[in-house]
Nanobody, 120 residues
Framework: QVQLVESGGGMAQPGGSLRLSCAAS????????MGWYRQAPGKERELVAT???????NYADSVKGRFTVSRDNAKNTVTLSMNILKPEDTAVYYC??????????????WGQGTQVTVSS
């Protein structure tokens, strides 16, 4: 099994910044894509940003130029730096990882979610 533990999040004013971090642990054999999704009240979960093991990234159009995703392969962590926050960024943010373990093939794993609220 793989556990994803998120930290960061909280409240920010419009135009402000927040940083989310996620650490993967467990019987990890290989970590593939990692990243972040979010779900606002009454909406479906949506991709925010992903980063492949080689470092290439993918962003939702709504966050391009404002959010930056990065990873530390040695520490099995992924970070989302969020700048110029907008009220519409308010959501529960979920860490995501695709991984193999000593007991299973590639699977998707999710963190428990962390609340981000942008409000004046």
């Amino acid at each position: 099994q793989v556990q994803l533990v998120e930290s960061g999040g909280g409240m920010a004013q419009p135009g402000g910044s927040l940083r989310l971090s996620c650490a993967a642990s467990g019987s990890i054999f290989r970590l593939g894509t990692m990243g972040w999704y979010r779900q606002a009240p009454g909406k479906e979960r949506e991709l925010v940003a992903t980063i492949f093991s080689g470092g290439s990234t993918n962003y939702a159009d709504s966050v391009k130029g404002r959010f930056t995703v990065s990873r530390d392969n040695a520490k099995n962590t992924v970070t989302l730096s969020m700048n110029i926050l907008k009220p519409e960024d308010t959501a529960v943010y979920y860490c995501y990882a695709r991984a193999t373990t000593t007991l299973s093939t590639w699977r998707d794993y999710w963190g428990q979610g962390t609340q981000v609220t942008v409000s004046s």
